[in-house]
């Protein structure tokens, strides 16, 4: 039916076809006879048109189409066999094309022949095409009249050079060359391009186009070169032919020294081309770039490529023309548009030259950055060919930046160029807000706000206006995604204006202090985020972290910075502090008390946050409670907004006050309205919603113990430090309570602490909360939060990581009855799965590790003694404070890429209670933590004296006293997080870069003195040397494997850094040894103490850094696992005490993947070689087959799933290993060491006869997990076969080959009976052919031999089918 619809259909044929039956039952004659009688040729009875009516083709006269009856291949089929076997033949040739030529002297009988033919055929013999070539065409691929009427078309077509269009509308030259066009063989090539030729240069312009364009659809490839000489040399003569002439050029295959050469002479024409022409003339030149001369092409084309007078209008113009001439149009608008299309059209040419060549957006990146001078530079036309390659290649995106910051800094790009790019462009980034993190809406702001307040454009007042307008739109937004914009954004634009002026600035250079004007649109600005955003509570919050980090990061002026510290302090106070004499009194779930104050307070003048009422407003008065009578006489606050609020009061007190938080310090002792938090026997009788508001209760406390830490750690009175560390202390001891909390409150969210967010949820990720979810409160008109106690679904049953039964809950009470079953019961919550819901630690805080450490709690009874006292840091506090630097450096230093993740974990969530570290660089992360290396060095070597000692206290003896106690566990993760930030430190790739070179070297000297110190000035590799050292040693006190593996990794990373890694490469082998060679403790809920992931990594370092793979391999594969295996069911090997049963599949796993690696990279080698490097590698293989064999056979043993997945999978690419890399050496070393082959041989068709087995146990068990690796490995056996034949063929030892049929067996040996075998036995044949290399000298016969081998090729086929 299809064809039907496309074949061009007179309205009598249409009529016939709406009956098929009818019409197959009437022969084509009589239809054709019946509807186009009239108008075909009558009267001519030439030999042309009678072989074309007997081969198919009817000629019509007038307008009416040639009607073919046959299918197109059978026309030319028939009509080649009649002229070929003609009695004339060849005159019979001659007279057809003369009668050709005499009908086609007829202008409509020539058009006829050249247009399509009419196809008439019954739907039974169609071919299902529907386009039919013309008479012409069809003569043309018929090789006898191919060449004769080529000839006569180009005699006809000077007839139609110079004549105008037909009426018919038909371009006849152009008509007539469409025929020459994909010809499926063209008999005389040559002879045919010369015509053309010819034609090209007598034609008028507009045909030549279309003629050279022509080419290379006409021509050959054997013709390529000929032409392309003869259109370079048209291209010197006719410049009109440019842009057609490179097209085909670029379309033909050329010599490089021809494309060579036409570069160099449209390069030239350059600054004289039509800009239509340029797109084309650039294409040209960057698709014939090389390589080689790639840098020299493009600096060549920088500069004969002038776009000043195309881009500059676009650019730099539109901004001013669109301010000063709104409404009025340009008499040439139509010109520059043209223009500007072109411009268009020419970049992205080299848009898709950079994003498709990776040479050209190198060497083009080159050649800016090569430009030193200013006056070279192509200003416009390099910053859009540095943005360009920017948006379209992302490996070389920090490249470019970098290239562009130094182009800026030397004066080659002009601010006003950079200023009017971003002036023309800044309303369409505005559209994208929506899709921006805060962190890129931060900075798109800053950019805008220094453009818009420069006052050294125009413009800026118009860009104000927008930002304003954008700010004030999304303020009054009623979702938090379009308040959070024009808060940061508010703020931002605030920080510009207010930034402080009194030192020379480069925005309004020459003004002094802000004026009453800028101070009075500071202030509004502020006032006005603070009313759009005081009925929620998280837009509040948000808005003083802003507000807090525009103090912090910039320096703003005293006018606005006196403004806010007057309004923010008496807010605060008014709002979170009351007088601690005057304890709340009302209808509150819990009795109010003041708890956590660090000083006697005897009179009433002391004070207290107010936080217990706060919440209890906001959660249970919200549900219908009344308000006390003191809360009803005052303006509320969420509770929320503690911490944020009091981070922007005591950043602006010390901006004024150079640091003295004096004013303030009575905040860092005063207590708080709480109530007893301890969780007792009342923990048993409370509702959910009770215990989430304890809950959430908890949560507060921490998050404004964690702001009061970060306002005072800097503070340097010893009595300011000890009521620091008292508050770490209480911090510690509150989360102990909140994880025993957290355990008995499923399905609890806690309150937002971080309100920067990228993602629409907040999902805390523990089996305690698995439901739990925060989304984000679209409607912000209300104040209530979305996450409070009241909205908790039912509680689900309690899920513990310890595999306690957990059956449903009938009543509240249910999970309850776990937490009191005794008291040495572990709760399974982790509040690092609550990371997010805690307010960020400043770096600041870590300056507290430089305290001591003592492991005996001495503030408890000690708070009061004098100022000389050391202060000391105690184990908890310490961990607390490792755990957090740790995170960060995970976050800030460590490649995204080596980072792991939850699964399904969104992207925004990866960087919530980060968003402080964020606006600091990776320098200044890595710079803050290189200050702290000294007083982590004492912590480290105190906890490393503090094992030492506990070891030799236990005389050596693993799980002695102390080993289960908590002291012991919270130093061993102290050892643990110092040597995991050490490790984040030195692994940071930005070492690499030159800039921070000496920041390696003072990390390292920081190292390297504590073995020596005093010694100034050390080598790199000295320093890298000592440090290793120094690292070395800590060895002996590593207490658990994940230190030992933390150790390891430390050490690699000093390693890489040095030149010449040889020496410490087997230090690092053998204390990874020594590890793997220990006992270490088990954990508490596992049998063993060492995660697999973690085993695997260290037992790959090992094999990594040996210098004998093999041995190694041996060593454990041979004495380790046998000792395994005649040991105890829960015992382990006494070498390899970390080999046992459980992780026995990642030893083997190991071995065999190391094994596998470290005989493809050896090299196969050459007959030219030296016998001695013969025999090593001879050696080699032996011992590597050795291991093999061991490693292979274990699997008799060891039948898991997992050991037979890597058995069949390292298997087949050892064997292909073999067969590249050894097979070529066993060829010439056959004949001087033929025993040793053979048996290397022997030793190896075992294991491959074991790997069959392997793979018929995988079909008989049905595994897909391994029967997906069986085809690919039974192939390799079979190569391994062809191969080894081949070998003893070519060493002339073809009788030590036979060819067996090998039985399918089990692993343990049993043969395995097919069902076809059963019925079939002699007929059928499941076995599989292995070669069997043998010593003796036997020989087999000639025929059995054939036979054999005709077996060998079916074995695939027919195991396969089992």
């Known amino acids: 039916m299809v064809s039907k619809r496309r074949l061009p259909t007179s309205e009598d044929r249409g009529s016939l076809r709406e009956d098929a039956s009818k019409a197959r039952k009437q022969p084509l004659s009589k239809k054709t006879k019946k509807s186009h009688v009239h108008n075909e040729v009558e009267g001519n009875d030439s030999v042309f048109v009678k072989l074309l009516k007997t081969s198919g083709i009817t000629l019509k006269t007038g307008e009416s189409q040639n009607q073919l009856a046959v299918d197109q291949i059978v026309f030319q089929k028939k009509l080649f066999q009649t002229l070929r076997k003609h009695p004339s033949y060849p005159k019979i040739v001659e007279e057809f094309v003369s009668g050709l030529e005499s009908y086609i002297e007829d202008q409509d009988s020539f058009r006829n022949c050249l247009l399509s033919c009419e196809r008439l055929q019954d739907e039974e013999a169609s071919m299902g095409t529907s386009y039919c070539k ?32 037909n009426s018919d509308g038909l371009n006849m030259p152009r008509l007539i060359i469409n025929q020459l066009k994909w010809l499926d063989r063209v008999v005389d090539s040559k002879d045919l391009a010369t015509k053309i030729m010819q034609l090209i240069s007598i034609a008028p312009v507009y045909l030549q186009h279309d003629f050279v364009t022509s080419l290379p659809e006409i021509l050959g490839d054997s013709q390529h070169a000929d032409v392309g000489k003869e259109l370079s040399d048209l291209l010197t003569e006719n410049t009109l032919l440019t842009v057609p002439i490179l097209d085909v050029l670029s379309s033909l295959r050329l010599e490089p020294k021809l494309l060579t050469k036409v570069r160099k002479l449209v390069m030239g024409k350059l600054s004289s081309v039509m800009l239509d022409d340029l797109p084309m003339i650039i294409k040209f030149i960057l698709h014939s770039i090389t390589a080689t001369d790639a840098l020299e092409v493009i600096s060549e084309l920088r500069e004969n490529l ?256 006196e403004w806010a510290g007057q309004t923010i302090f008496n807010d605060f106070q008014d709002a979170f502090v009351v007088d601690i004499c005057v304890v709340p009194e009302g209808d509150y779930p819990f009795p109010v008390k003041a708890l956590y104050g660090l000083e006697d307070y005897d009179s009433c003048d002391g004070i207290a946050i107010n936080l217990l009422p706060l919440l209890f407003s906001q959660d249970f008065v919200k549900d219908g409670g009344r308000l006390t009578s003191q809360e009803s006489d005052q303006k509320l606050v969420s509770p929320l907004c503690l911490a944020p609020y009091f981070r922007l009061l005591r950043l602006c007190v010390d901006r004024q006050h150079n640091g003295n938080l004096e004013e303030i310090d009575g905040l860092l002792d005063c207590p708080i309205f709480l109530t007893d938090l301890e969780p007792g026997e009342r923990l048993e009788y409370m509702s959910v919603k009770e215990r989430s508001f304890i809950c959430s209760l908890i949560f507060l406390t921490l998050n404004w113990f964690r702001e009061v830490v970060n306002a005072f750690c800097r503070q340097t009175l010893p009595e300011m430090k000890v009521k620091v560390l008292t508050r770490l202390k209480h911090i510690v001891e509150l989360q102990q309570l909140l994880e025993k909390h957290l355990a008995v409150t499923p399905d609890y969210v806690p309150p937002l602490a971080n309100f920067d967010l990228e993602t629409s949820e907040v999902t805390p990720h523990t089996s305690a909360a698995v439901s739990a979810k925060i989304r984000i409160q679209g409607n912000l008109g209300g104040r209530k939060r979305k996450a409070d106690g009241s909205k908790i679904s039912s509680p689900d049953p309690l899920s513990k990581e310890d595999n306690s039964e957990c059956g449903p809950a009938p009543s509240d009470r249910s999970p309850l009855e776990k937490e009191f079953r005794g008291k040495e019961e572990k709760t399974s919550v982790s509040l690092q799965n609550y990371h997010a819901f805690f307010r960020e630690l400043d770096l600041e805080v870590f300056s507290i590790l430089h305290c001591g450490l003592v492991a005996k709690f001495i503030l408890d009874t000690e708070m009061h003694t004098e100022a000389t006292e050391v202060v000391q840091l105690q184990p908890p506090e310490l961990l607390f404070l490792l755990e957090d630097l740790a995170q960060k450096l995970e976050n800030m230093l460590t490649p995204s890429v080596t980072r792991r993740f939850p699964f ?83 692994a940071w790739n930005g070492f690499f870069q030159p800039e921070n070179t000496n920041l390696l070297y003072s990390a390292l000297e920081v190292l390297t003195n504590r073995l020596k110190p005093g010694e100034p000035d050390q080598a790199l590799e000295e320093l890298l040397s000592q440090s290793f050292h120094y690292l070395q040693n800590f060895h002996l006190s590593i207490p658990s494997f994940q230190c030992a593996l933390y150790l390891i990794r430390l050490l690699m990373v000093i390693l890489e850094k040095s030149t010449a890694p040889t020496q410490n490469k087997g230090k690092i082998a053998s204390l990874a040894r020594q590890f793997l060679c220990r006992v270490w403790p088990s954990g508490e809920k596992e049998k063993s103490g060492i995660p697999n992931d973690q085993l695997e990594a260290l037992l790959s370092i090992y094999l990594e850094h040996t210098d004998g793979v093999l041995k190694a391999i041996e060593e454990i594969a041979g004495v380790g696992v046998p000792e395994l295996i005649n040991s105890p069911k829960e015992a382990s090997s006494s070498t390899f005490p970390t080999l046992t049963r459980h992780t026995f599949v990642i030893f083997f796993g190991v071995m065999m993947a190391e094994l596998e690696k470290t005989v493809k990279g050896l090299q196969a080698g050459t007959a030219a070689d030296s016998e001695r490097i013969h025999e090593e590698k001879l050696l080699y293989w032996n011992m590597a087959v050795r291991d093999f064999s061991i490693l292979i056979n274990l699997i008799k043993v060891f039948d898991s799933r997992p050991v037979l997945h890597v058995c069949l999978k390292y298997g087949r690419l050892f064997v292909e290993a073999f067969l590249k890399q050894c097979m070529p050496l066993l060829d010439f070393s056959f004949r001087k060491h033929r025993e040793d082959v053979l048996s290397l041989l022997e030793t190896f068709q075992l294991n491959t006869r074991l790997l069959h087995h392997l793979c018929g146990h995988s079909k008989i068990h049905q595994d897909t997990k391994l029967t997906r690796h069986v085809p690919l490995l039974k192939k390799t056996l079979e190569l391994l076969v062809c191969r080894v034949k081949a070998m003893l063929i070519l060493n002339n030892c073809r009788e030590a080959f036979w060819l067996g049929n090998l039985k399918n067996r ?26 069997q290399v043998s010593k003796s000298k036997g020989t087999e016969d000639s025929g059995e031999d054939e036979a054999s081998d005709g077996a060998k090729e079916q074995e695939s086929d027919e195991s396969d089918d089992d």
């Open 134 to 165: 013309s008479l012409i065409k069809l003569l043309l691929g018929i090789d006898l009249l191919q060449p004769a009427i080529i000839k006569i078309l180009f005699e006809k077509l000077p007839e139609f050079l110079f004549k105008n269009v």
């Open 904 to 986: 399904l974990k969104s992207k925004g969530n990866r960087n919530i209670g980060f968003s402080h570290l964020h606006q600091r660089s990776a320098s200044e992360i890595a710079h803050s933590v290189v200050q702290l290396l000294s007083p982590m060095c004492n912590h480290l070597e105190n906890i490393h004296n503090y094992f030492q000692c506990l070891t030799a206290k236990n005389h050596g003896v693993v799980d002695g006293p102390g080993i289960k106690g908590q002291e012991y566990h919270i130093m061993s993760s102290c050892y643990q997080r110092l040597l995991q930030i050490l490790h984040g430190l030195f």
């Open 1306 to 1331: 089990d692993l343990q040996g049993e043969e395995i009976i097919s069902q076809n075998s059963q019925e079939s036995a002699a007929d059928e044949s499941e076995d599989d052919a292995s070669s």
């Open 306 to 561: 002038d776009l000043q007078h195309c881009i500059l209008p676009s650019w730099l113009q539109a901004s001013q023309s669109k301010l000063k001439n709104k409404g009025q149009t340009s008499s040439s608008g139509n010109q520059e548009n043209s223009g500007q299309d072109c411009v268009i059209l020419l970049f992205d040419v080299i848009k898709s030259a950079v994003r498709y060549e990776k040479i050209v957006s190198e060497a083009w990146i080159k050649a800016i950055e090569n430009t030193t001078s200013v006056s070279e530079h192509k200003q416009i036309l390099d910053l859009a060919m540095l943005f360009i390659i920017y948006s379209t290649n992302t490996q070389t995106k920090k490249y470019i930046e970098r290239v562009l910051r130094n182009k800026i800094r030397s004066g080659c790009f002009e601010e006003q160029l950079l200023q009017s790019t971003f002036y023309v462009h800044y309303v369409g980034i505005l559209d994208y807000l929506d899709n921006m993190s805060p962190q890129q809406i931060r900075k798109l702001f800053y950019i805008l706000s220094t453009l818009a307040f420069s006052k050294q454009h125009e413009a800026s007042s118009h860009i104000q206006d927008d930002m304003h307008l954008v700010i004030r739109k999304q303020l009054s937004s009623t979702m938090f995604k379009y308040k959070l914009i024009g808060i940061i954004g508010a703020v931002t634009m605030a920080g510009i204006i207010a930034a402080d002026r009194s030192r020379s600035s480069s925005l309004t250079p020459g003004r002094g202090d802000l004026s009453s004007e800028q101070c009075t649109q500071v202030t509004s600005l502020l006032q006005l985020v603070h009313s759009c955003s005081e009925q929620s509570p998280q837009a509040s919050a948000l808005y003083y972290d802003e507000f807090a980090n525009l103090i912090q990061g910039r320096k703003l002026a005293p006018k606005v910075l």
